[in-house]
T-cell receptor
């Protein structure tokens, strides 16, 4: 069975500061990993994905994530937070290319002026 | 990337009634899924919508409650049957094209 754990239901950073959102996964088979962002009253937008190629994945809006198999982690980072980054972020895992997603509980990112 | 249009975007329904949600993709996709997002919570997979055959439901979800149709590779519907207030959620359709992408969701309130 697969699972995803996102540490921290809320993360608050100052504008311009580093963003780090944590995600750990459990999977019995090589996983595909994803980060999605959800703005208020909207659907989910894909930020980036890992599908067994390069372990450092660059996504949209300046975000990137690194797949670390030894740590079963896929943390999301951005060097400098912008006010527009305030949203809910979800980490998700699928069994390879099944794309049946198991989501983490989400992390709400707050950006202080 | 492909775009999903989902209708209705929101609805308020009486308990005991049913609502059908439509999901239209602007290109053919091999896989489509339906998810539920309960208030303040994460997303849970309801089922895989299989083209031309019965949907595959996840544990805790049954066809009688959530019948799903997928007549072709661009369209699917989810019906929420015999609704109760506990069905109040956001329902999201997902299609797969190199990654899973989502519609805007249907915000359902059952009163």
């Amino acid at each position: 069975a697969q699972s995803v754990t996102q540490l921290g239901s809320h993360v608050s950073v100052s504008e311009g500061a580093l963003v780090l959102l944590r995600c750990n996964y459990s999977s019995s088979v090589p996983p595909y990993l994803f980060w999605y962002v959800q703005y208020p009253n909207q659907g989910l937008q894909l930020l980036l994905k890992y599908t067994s190629a390069a372990t450092l994945v660059k996504g949209i809006n300046g975000f990137e994530a690194e797949f670390k198999k030894s740590e079963t982690s896929f943390h999301l980072t951005k060097p400098s937070a912008h006010m527009s980054d305030a949203a809910e972020y979800f980490c998700a895992v699928s069994e390879g290319s099944s794309y049946k997603l198991i989501f983490g509980s989400g992390t709400r990112l707050l950006v202080r002026p | 990337s492909a775009v999903i249009s989902q209708k209705p975007s929101r609805d308020i329904c009486q308990r005991g009634t049913s609502l059908t949600i439509q999901c239209q993709v602007d290109s053919q996709v091999t896989m489509m899924f339906w998810y539920r997002q309960q208030p303040g919570q994460s997303l849970t997979l309801i089922a895989t919508a299989n083209q031309g055959s019965e949907a595959t439901y996840e544990s805790g979800f049954v066809i009688d409650k959530f019948p799903i149709s997928r007549p072709n590779l661009t369209f699917s519907t989810l019906t929420v049957s015999n609704m109760s207030p506990e069905d109040s959620s956001i329902y999201l359709c997902s299609g797969v094209e190199l990654a899973a992408f989502f519609g805007q969701g249907t915000r359902l309130t059952v009163v």
